[in-house]
């Protein structure tokens, strides 16, 4: 006797076929990077068979997704919460851009890490930024760009990523314990002591002390989920955009050390002519936050 079909199993199906078109996968291309036959996954789409649990993980994985991620989107759908034309918004614009990469050499003279690793960790981050967002909106609530204050907002990324590098660097790091220096510890001999920090548009990096050592920095904006940007602190959107990393090393009397009424505590800041030397490892012009100024932007083209 066939499975009753579940409604929720019969929205991710139909997810799958959007993904796959969307993707430009023939029927046949699809079945082939998810290791079925082209036959059982047109039936699947015709709502003829429902997969079991390990064909639908092939699947997902195949098109780049985590089925708990797909699952997650199908239920909001069948709840209501979310609108299918919206489901992918953010993963059609959260493509990988191995075209940002900048001197690969300097990326691994400075963590050991390559640029594939550099840009599955800002997927990674991308995909747990986006799972939250989804929890947050079908729950009625603001994505987390908008939730959380600024400060808190860049401190919460930065730990994503670190963790997704962590994650993504083939054991070459582990991530320390939260709020233990520094943020990710080497496991090989190729990898480094490793601070990372994380800042808004132009700002620079900065921390509660000055900390000497290696560094890898990124900065970031808020556009819209579909990935459209516009400078400008009234236009800010929800969505984290990752527009540049940074490599090097910086020594205490590279920071400028600030007690400014207000702060909690001293902070320390990365001076400017330091920051602008290190090297730029990743950059996107579309996220880019400053103006159109190409000889103060190197690599802005």
Same mark, same amino acid.
């Given at each position: 006797?066939?499975?009753?079909?579940?409604?929720?199993?019969?929205?991710?199906?139909?997810?799958?076929?959007?993904?796959?078109?969307?993707?430009?996968? %023939?029927?046949?291309?699809?079945?082939?990077?998810?290791?079925?036959?082209?036959?059982?996954?047109?039936? &699947?789409?015709?709502?003829?068979?429902?997969?079991?649990?390990?064909?639908?993980?092939?699947?997902?994985?195949?098109?780049?997704?985590? &089925?708990?991620?797909?699952? +997650?989107? !199908?239920? &909001?759908?069948?709840?209501?919460?979310?609108?299918?034309?919206?489901?992918?918004?953010?993963?059609?614009?959260?493509? #990988?851009?191995?075209?940002?990469?900048?001197?690969?050499?300097?990326?691994?003279?400075?963590?050991?890490?390559?640029?594939?690793? +550099?840009?599955? !960790?800002?997927?990674?981050?991308?995909? $747990?930024?986006?799972?939250?967002?989804?929890?947050?909106?079908? !729950?009625?609530?603001?994505?987390?760009?908008?939730?959380?204050?600024?400060?808190?907002?860049?401190?919460? *990324?930065?730990? $994503?990523?670190?963790?997704?590098?962590?994650?993504? %660097?083939?054991?070459?790091? =582990?991530?320390?314990?939260?709020?233990?220096?520094?943020?990710?510890?080497?496991?090989?001999?190729?990898?480094?002591?490793?601070?990372?920090? $994380?800042?808004? #548009?132009?700002?620079?990096?900065?921390?509660?002390?000055?900390?000497?050592?290696?560094?890898?920095?990124?900065?970031?904006? +808020?556009?819209?989920?579909?990935?459209?940007?516009?400078?400008?602190?009234?236009?800010?959107?929800?969505?984290?955009?990752?527009?540049?990393?940074?490599?090097?090393?910086?020594?205490?009397?590279?920071?400028?050390? !600030?007690?400014?009424?207000?702060?909690?505590?001293?902070?320390?800041? *990365?001076?400017?002519?330091?920051?602008?030397? $290190?090297?730029?490892?990743?950059?996107?012009?579309?996220?880019?936050?400053?103006?159109? =100024?190409?000889?103060?932007?190197?690599?802005?083209?």
């Amino acid at each position: 006797m066939d499975e009753p079909k579940h409604p929720i199993a019969e929205t991710l199906i139909q997810l799958v076929r959007e993904l796959r078109l969307k993707s430009g996968l %023939s029927l046949e291309a699809a079945a082939d990077q998810a290791g079925i036959h082209r036959t059982y996954l047109g039936l &699947l789409e015709r709502g003829e068979r429902q997969p079991t649990l390990s064909v639908a993980i092939q699947i997902a994985r195949s098109l780049n997704f985590e &089925l708990s991620s797909l699952l +997650l989107k !199908s239920e &909001l759908i069948d709840a209501g919460k979310l609108r299918r034309e919206d489901a992918f918004a953010e993963a059609l614009a959260r493509k #990988e851009k191995p075209e940002c990469i900048r001197n690969v050499s300097a990326l691994e003279k400075w963590t050991g890490l390559s640029s594939a690793m +550099l840009l599955q !960790s800002i997927q990674a981050c991308y995909s $747990m930024l986006d799972t939250i967002d989804a929890e947050l909106v079908g !729950s009625g609530v603001a994505p987390i760009g908008k939730l959380v204050e600024l400060a808190n907002l860049s401190s919460m *990324v930065g730990n $994503m990523v670190a963790g997704a590098i962590a994650e993504c %660097s083939d054991g070459l790091y =582990r991530r320390n314990k939260p709020h233990h220096y520094p943020d990710l510890i080497p496991q090989k001999e190729l990898g480094r002591n490793l601070e990372l920090k $994380m800042a808004l #548009e132009t700002n620079r990096p900065k921390g509660h002390l000055p900390k000497p050592g290696d560094y890898i920095t990124f900065r970031y904006v +808020l556009g819209d989920r579909k990935g459209k940007y516009a400078r400008g602190k009234e236009s800010r959107g929800d969505t984290v955009w990752i527009w540049e990393v940074k490599v090097g090393r910086v020594r205490e009397q590279d920071f400028d050390i !600030s007690n400014t009424e207000g702060d909690s505590g001293k902070t320390a800041v *990365v001076k400017t002519a330091v920051f602008n030397t $290190m090297p730029l490892v990743y950059f996107d012009p579309v996220y880019c936050p400053f103006a159109s =100024r190409k000889d103060q932007y190197p690599g802005f083209n």
